[in-house]
Structures are given as structure tokens and as C-alpha cells.
DNA sequence: TCGTCATGAGAAAGCCTTTTCTTAGGGAAT
DNA sequence: ATTCCCTAAGAAAAGGCTTTCTCATGACGA
């Protein structure tokens, strides 16, 4: 149906050889009638070269992975612009596959990508603890590595890769310190994925800021949701009256609980103060007190480590820094119940 | 450097096509002692099969390209969801280019994904009216289709190619109909891109439904981001102090209005409302009034209509509803100015 | 016992390009 | 005029895979 090579020099009355030279921009020697005639036959036909084709023969990597969870979430949306962004100046294309946070099919787009030959994967995926994932998510990326590919995480540092990571622990207890500074001491935690080694970081660095005080988390399990969020907050905030200030371990869970306050004409942050971790865009616009992390550079960082020539043995681990955005949804703990 | 079929024939002591009827799921009768020896030789050099080649015999398209202003916008990536969605069920890899709303690259990119054999294509881009533009883009959809492939439009209703289009004239005149009811009659309106057909269907509509009242618009030209509407509407209301009524031509411009009002100690909606379009999904938590788009669903039209068998002749063209969402961005117009 | 026919393994061709490898032809040099 | 060399065009191979096509083997009937 498309239009081949053989089509173009046929009508050029070439062989096909010559076609190539002429198209594909190589420096041998080729007579100017002929290649004007070639040119002109492959306007005239509209060939566009496979490059699929072409890829089979060089095999030079133009295509770039990355796995999300998903790409509803601005988490995951932001870094893979940070992804784009280098992409776009490499003039490399850029297959998205939504994971749907389910280890299996996480593992079998990254298959999937390695058997299109795709030269450089992205996991921003789930970085889950789970040994099972961590050995088979290592196979692959031994496998992925060994077939000249190459992978960098997000996250992840369970497996040995390349990766990208953010002190969690560290803007955890700074906004933990943030909270006990205002008076809190029962602060309601909207926890998305507990397996995540993110999560865990988070939960180690508020537990810690919160109970040197005398403090006390209150968890509750969701998803990393909007929804969740919401339905979490008025839970938590039934279940321990207490609570002066909610938690959400990534934002949207956050934005979901100041959903609910409103709702619920709970005012915040004079009654109840709410923060979240990743500060995603939508975040500043709510006003949303957030532990930032520099999604989009991380996703920048990522693919630029996949583009830089490997390591000889090392892994390369870069660690990005967070910081804790103070805005409106916080502020001084009430002191009645 | 990868595994290929040879290295697993080899290794199982037999030859290359019969390995590859076995790996390949082929009904061709292979002798069951073989057929053992061929898996576990695959499993051990965990053998993963290249869709290149596969693809260059074969040929039956497995990618889906979507080209896209910038995922961004909330607007964009939020019809890639949709398409992801539809993608995700029918096992298809997705590829996202980003155009950053550029003619050229958007033809760069298309031209790349039709060399790299993609088999379907949504263009949810500009949807310029420039002539240049609807020719060059109508050649490159020709083509495409010629070799085989199936391209779908969002919005595009200049150029002649399957497309989904939303009712944009009519939900201008709802949203216009809602601010004189609230007595609104001096009308600022943040433009974005000014040349794309869903910006001037929306002008249109919107001026329809103001001036019936006798009321006015006041336009003011930018980008169809956050920081143009930010600082537009510091322009507007410093120009025509009379407004009572902002409205972006997209949610992300109102947003940034909204933003520049709050910095300005400016209460909405009492001193001015303020509205956008398409709700995207930080609209809601914004209480922004908007006109909503079905996103994401016009993403997994789009891609439906490209994975439908091909009509005989016909041009497909689906049209969805648009709904204007009422929340408590706009309200009553103060009476003095 | 010989011929026939499944059965199933491998050789070969083809998909689309690019890159050697050959070789025909023309000009320069002797 | 003859040899030599260079230019440049086409033949051939390669890349990884699938799908004919060919053919050897064994089982079976006559």
C-alpha cells in the first residue's frame, strides 16, 4: 500500500541502490541528472522511508519508553513532560504506556517497548517493595541492558538501576516540623500506595518530626487518588475529632480532603490545615501548603542519564532535592477540639 | 547485541523456522519434543522478539500517534487520557508528540509517525484556519490514508478528514446567555489562540449572546496558558475598569485570571466573575464556571472512529455535546463600578 | 514388497533499506 | 594506441522474521 523505495526508483528509472544513496542523504557519489530524477520521482510519489525498515539495518535507537502509572495524574504527567521536553531537543519519539500501577502489565509494556526495540525506557512507575516485582522488574532491566537498551528510574531503589531519586525522608520532616511548629500534634495522614518506597520514606519522615513533639499520625490507607482523598478525609476526621491537620501522601489525595472540608464547611486552615507532597501545578492554585518535588526535572534528568554514554560499571544515582512550599491551607493548630 | 531468533534456534538444535513457529503461535505441526526444546531455550536467553521486523512483514499497525500542542495542558492530556483509555483495551502503544502548537513541527511529526508505520493518528493539534496550514496538513492526511493509514481530527472541521467536533458556538451562547442573565453587560475575554476554529467559534458565540443584550466584549489577545490569562486580565480591567465579567477561551487562561484577581485583593464573584472553557479537571476544585468538553471522551472517540473499519466513502463526523457548568466563579454584576 | 500419503523439518523467498562488492565505461597517462 | 585508474551504476548481501515450497521419513494399504 505505501509507497517503497523500489516504487521510486522505478520511476526514476534507477535501480534501487541509487534511490537509497540519493534519499537517505549518504555521501556516495551519485550522477546529477539521476539524483535530480530520483528526488523528483520521490515528491511526486510522496515516499516516506520505513523506518522501521531503516531501524532493522542501523538499529540506532529513536524511540524513548516511559512506563506511568498513569496519565491522569499530574505526578505522572509532569514528568513525562520533563521527558518530552528532552525528547522533543533529541528529535526522539516518546511511547507512553499507562501501567495502571498493576506490576504485570508494568512489566509487560516494558517487554512490549524492548521487543519494538525502544532504546531508552523511563520507569516511573510503582517502585513498589514487593520482592516478587523487584526480581522480575530487575530481570527485565538486566535483560533490557543487556540487549543495548537503557533504563532509568524514577524512584525505585530497590532495584539496581540507573535512577533518579528525591530526599523524601527529608522534605517529609521538614513539613512534619512545619506542622508541630503550628500546634499540631494529631495530624491525619492520607496514605496512597503503602507498598511504594516513597510512601514508606514519607510516612519515616512525618512519624518522625511528629512524634519527637509528642505527636500523633493517624493513617488512614487509600489510593493516590482525588476520590480517595475526599472519602479519607471525612473518615479520618470522624474516626479522631482530634485531628487539627490532614496529610495526603501525593496531592491529589490533598485536594480531595479540601474537596470534603468545603463540603463540609469545615474552614481551613483555621479548623483543619491540609498539605500533600509533590506540588503539582494544580496545587498553587489551591493554595495547597506541598513538599515539592521537581517533577519535571526528574523526568528531564531521567532520559538525559539514558542519553549520556553508560557508565563503565557504576550505578548512576542523582538526587534531586526537595522543599517544602508553605501557601494558604496551612496555618496555627485550633486549640479547642 | 539482542537475542534473536537464530540464537534461539540454534541453541534448541533446530532451525530458525521452526522456532519460529513455535514462538510465533503458529498452527503449523512442530513435534512436541522440538517445540519444548524451542521454549525453553527462548525462556533461557529470554529471548523477546523484534516488532520491527515482525512489523515489516506483517504489517498490521499496532501504534497509535497522537499529536498535541503540549501535554501541559491539562486540555491535551486530558483527550490523551481518552485515547489511552481506548488504546490500554485494545493493547496499542501509544506515542505522543508534542507540537508546541508549531505548523511545521506538527507536519514533522506526523510525517515521522507515518515513516515509522504507525497505523493510527490523532490529530488533536491546532486546527488552524490558515490556508497554508488546512493545504499542507490536507496533503499529509491524503497520504497518510493512501498508505493505509487512519487519521482522525479533533476539531479541524477546514480540513476534509474523519474528525470529532464539539459544539463550541453553542456553548458560548449558553455561557454568554448566563452573564447577562446575571446582568453582565461589559465583558473582558482573554483570547487564545486567535486563528484556531474552536477560539473563533467560541468568540462568536459568546459576542451572539452578549450583544443581544446590548452588552460588550473587550478582547484581549495572548496565549492559551495560565501566565497570558494572569496577565491579561491585569491589562483588561486596568483598560476597561467597567468589566464586571472575565472569560478565557480556555480554563487554564480563567485560572490565571483568577490568580492575578486573588493577588489583587479583587473578590470573585462579587466584584468580578469569572469563567473559561473546557472544565478541565482543576476547574472543579477551582469552583470555576466553565464550559465543558467531554476531554477525554472525545480522545477515545477519536480513536474508536480511527479503529472502526473504514466507511466506503464517507467522512466521518461525530459530534458531542458541550454543557455549560455553573459553580461559584460568576455571579450577579456589581452595580457600580 | 512396493507404492502412497501424511507428518513435519528445513531450504528458500520475501518484507524494505542500506551497505558492501563488482564491474562497465570513460578519461588520463604513457 | 594501449594500459591504468577512477567514477558511478547495479548486483548482492544483510538485518530478523514469517511463510511458502520442497523433500525426507515413517506408517499404512494393496
Redesign the interface.
Known amino acids: 500500500?505505501?509507497?517503497n523505495l523500489r516504487d521510486v526508483a522505478h520511476r526514476a528509472g534507477v535501480s534501487v541502490p541509487t534511490a537509497s544513496r540519493v534519499l537517505s542523504g549518504s555521501d556516495y557519489p551519485v550522477a546529477q541528472d539521476l539524483r535530480a530524477r530520483v528526488l523528483d520521482a520521490a515528491r511526486e510519489l510522496?515516499y516516506?522511508?520505513?523506518?522501521?525498515?531503516q531501524?532493522?539495518l542501523r538499529g540506532d535507537p529513536r524511540?524513548v519508553g516511559v512506563l506511568v502509572g498513569?496519565?491522569?495524574d499530574p505526578y505522572f504527567?509532569e514528568i513525562?513532560?520533563g521527558v518530552?521536553d528532552v525528547a522533543?531537543a533529541q528529535h526522539l519519539?516518546?511511547?507512553?504506556?499507562?501501567t495502571?500501577r498493576d506490576i504485570d502489565r508494568e512489566l509487560e509494556y516494558f517487554?512490549?517497548?524492548?521487543?519494538?526495540?525502544t532504546g531508552y525506557v523511563i520507569v516511573a512507575g510503582s517502585g513498589l517493595v514487593d520482592p516478587r516485582y523487584v526480581a522480575e522488574m530487575g530481570?527485565r532491566i538486566r535483560?533490557f541492558t543487556?540487549?543495548?537498551g537503557r533504563a532509568v528510574a524514577i524512584g525505585h531503589p530497590q532495584v539496581e538501576v540507573d535512577r533518579v531519586v528525591t530526599d523524601n525522608t527529608g522534605g517529609a520532616e521538614q513539613l512534619g516540623r512545619h506542622l508541630t511548629a503550628l500546634g499540631h500534634r494529631h495530624v491525619g495522614v492520607l496514605v496512597g500506595v503503602a507498598s511504594v518506597s516513597s510512601t514508606i520514606e514519607r510516612l519515616a519522615g512525618l512519624r518522625a518530626a511528629i512524634q519527637a513533639k509528642g505527636g500523633t499520625l493517624h493513617l488512614r490507607h487509600g489510593e493516590p487518588t482525588?476520590d480517595s482523598g475526599y472519602t479519607g478525609a471525612g473518615e479520618l476526621l470522624d474516626a479522631h475529632p482530634q485531628i487539627t491537620a490532614l496529610v495526603g501522601t501525593a496531592d491529589q489525595m490533598a485536594?480531595g480532603a479540601?474537596?470534603w472540608l468545603r463540603e463540609h464547611d469545615r474552614r481551613v486552615p483555621e479548623q483543619v490545615s491540609v498539605a500533600g507532597f509533590n506540588d503539582i501545578a494544580?496545587s498553587r492554585?489551591?493554595q495547597l501548603t506541598s513538599v515539592r518535588l521537581p517533577l519535571r526535572q526528574m523526568g528531564a534528568t531521567a532520559l538525559q542519564i539514558a542519553l549520556a554514554p553508560a557508565p563503565d560499571d557504576a550505578l548512576v544515582q542523582t538526587e534531586l532535592p526537595t522543599e517544602l512550599v508553605v501557601r494558604a491551607t496551612t496555618g496555627p493548630a485550633r486549640t479547642h477540639p
Open positions: 500500500m505505501a509507497v510522496d516516506v522511508p520505513n523506518a522501521q525498515a531501524a532493522l524511540t498513569t496519565v491522569d504527567s513525562v513532560n518530552q522533543t519519539l516518546v511511547t507512553i504506556c499507562n495502571d517487554r512490549l517497548l524492548q521487543a519494538h526495540r530481570a535483560s543487556a540487549s543495548g482525588r485536594i479540601l474537596s494544580v492554585d489551591l
